[in-house]
């Protein structure tokens, strides 16, 4: 058996985890910093940096704890060191690296998106790849010809906002908290998806990449008036609000979905595994799902927990790094962009 603790402080979620040979989580703490960020509106990277070292060293003892695991049971420590916010990821690679210089243990650099990707596999006995990866967070939205946990072939992504991102945006338009994914999968809950037909950005024909700014600023001309940014959102009633979220979420799953049955067409493949914050997204789940029974595909989503960020899937995608020789020095650097 191997035993990898994660690290993960790539945004506002501080995070240690003791996972099993990749597949069994013994523990999973997650500290999330939401309270601290609300009332700016969104995530400041030194807010995030200060309260990741504040509370770093306690999550990772408690993960120790939970696993009823001691440093010397550790194989490995896994760490996010890309991509994130630059002050966020800096914290998580200097105690990584200090705990495996203290402990004298491997080092080991995860890419948080590949992570993402590989996240659908935790807890599952049988190998679900190749499949196609559709990941979509707060600064990403992606899809991957995932081959293995260790090889994964980018085939489109974003040209300007993440799926996240517009989801947070369009909450704010609404009035809604930060962070918006989880208010608007809420209010849609109570509205009608039918009631306003936003655009459906697919750009050129056959083309995996996405655009969702088009939708923010339909939505925010929706809600003033065309050409205007203010002055509309206090005539609009409980029920207008909860129609244009269940109108934007469904313009965005439908692209989502549509894209991912494009990845499935140009590539052969036969399994569809969606992950990333916004994967937690329950219209999302289930209309990706059904269109994959529709066409006969297989389909995995991450679970809830392992959907928006944890330091579970570092661990995870530690472990097939650490098995396949794949080790950092302590001179491991953290970097603001995705290596994929
Ligand atoms: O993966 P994640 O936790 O962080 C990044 O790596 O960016 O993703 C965070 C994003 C945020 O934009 C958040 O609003 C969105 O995931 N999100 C959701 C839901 N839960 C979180 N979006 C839609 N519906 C949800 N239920
Ligand atoms: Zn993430």
Redesign the pocket.
């Known amino acids: 058996m191997t035993t990898i603790l994660g690290i993960e402080t ?2 506002d ?1 501080t995070s240690a985890s003791v996972v099993d040979d990749g597949k069994t989580v013994r523990s999973n703490i997650v500290a999330s910093q939401i309270d601290l960020h609300r009332k700016y509106g969104g995530v400041v990277p030194e807010i995030a940096s200060r309260a990741h070292i504040e509370r770093l060293d306690a999550v990772v003892e408690e993960a120790l704890e939970v696993a009823s695991c001691k440093p010397a049971d550790l194989d490995a420590i896994a760490v996010t060191n890309r991509p ?1 916010l630059a002050p966020a990821l800096v914290i998580g690679v200097t105690a990584a690296k200090t705990l495996c210089w203290a402990w004298n243990k491997p080092l080991v650099a995860v890419d ?2 590949h992570a ?1 990707a590989i996240s659908p596999a935790i807890e599952l006995e049988e190998s679900i790849w190749p499949a196609i990866g559709l990941i ?5 939205t992606s899809l991957f010809r995932v081959n293995g946990e260790t090889s994964i072939d980018r085939l489109g992504a974003t040209t300007d906002d ?4 517009a ?2 945006k369009v ?1 704010s338009i609404l009035g809604l908290p930060y ?4 208010e ?2 809420r209010a849609a809950s109570k509205g009608n998806p039918k009631a306003i037909d936003f655009p459906r950005t697919m750009l050129a024909q056959g083309s995996l990449d996405f655009s969702f700014s088009g939708i923010k600023t339909a939505v925010l001309y929706h809600v003033h008036g065309h050409g205007k940014t203010t002055g509309g959102l206090e005539k609009l009633n409980e029920q207008a609000i909860a129609d244009i979220a269940a109108s934007f ?1 469904q313009a965005v799953v439908d692209v989502l979905v549509r894209k991912a049955m494009l990845a499935i067409r140009q590539t052969g493949l036969s399994t569809v595994v969606l992950g ?3 994967a ?3 219209t ?1 789940r289930i209309s990706l799902e059904e269109e994959c029974s529709r066409q006969g595909l297989g389909f995995y989503a991450a679970k809830p927990a392992y ?3 944890n330091a579970a899937m570092i661990a995870a995608l530690g472990f097939h790094q650490f098995a396949g020789g794949q080790t950092a020095t302590l001179a491991l650097d953290a970097f603001a962009r995705s290596s994929l």
């Open positions: 790539s945004c979620e994130g948080h998106i993402h979509v967070s707060g600064g990403h993440a799926a996240g991102e989801f947070d909450a962070p918006g994914g989880p608007i999968d979420q990333g914050g916004v937690a997204n329950r999302l959907c928006t960020d």
